[in-house]
């Protein structure tokens, strides 16, 4: 079993910043993907950007610019960088790591952070 815990969300102003942090409890022996969605109140969870092992970043058109995500590939976490943040980045934001341990496969979920932007 494996659990992936966020951490870092909370309230700011626009215009401001915040980052978020993902660590699963356990490493993997292979990750396929690292990347953090958000819910936002009345809508879909939606994908806001994703790492892979290899190629670049992707992100949301919505966060291009403004979000940075990254990870340290030996731990296999996953931070997000948010600045210049907007009253509509107001979310649940998620950690979703998928990979391998062992030969057992993962797609596993964090609890989901709470960010709220004020205008």
């Known amino acids: 079993q494996v659990t992936v815990v966020e951490s870092g969300g909370g309230l700011a102003q626009a215009g401001g910043s915040l980052k978020l942090s993902c660590t699963p409890s356990r490493r993997f022996s292979a990750v396929r993907a690292r990347a953090w969605y958000r819910q936002r109140p009345g809508m879909q969870r939606e994908l806001v950007a994703e790492?892979?092992?290899?190629?670049?970043?992707k992100y949301a058109d919505s966060v291009q610019g403004r979000f940075t995500i990254s990870g340290d590939n030996a731990k296999n976490t996953v931070d997000l960088q948010m600045s210049s943040l907007k009253s509509e980045d107001t979310a649940v934001y998620y950690c979703?790591?998928?990979?391998?341990?062992?030969?057992?496969?993962?797609?596993?979920w964090g609890q989901g952070t709470q960010v709220t932007v004020s205008s």
């Open positions: 790492i892979l092992p290899e190629g670049s970043p």
């Open positions: 979703n790591i998928k990979g391998r341990i062992g030969f057992k496969v993962f797609d596993e």
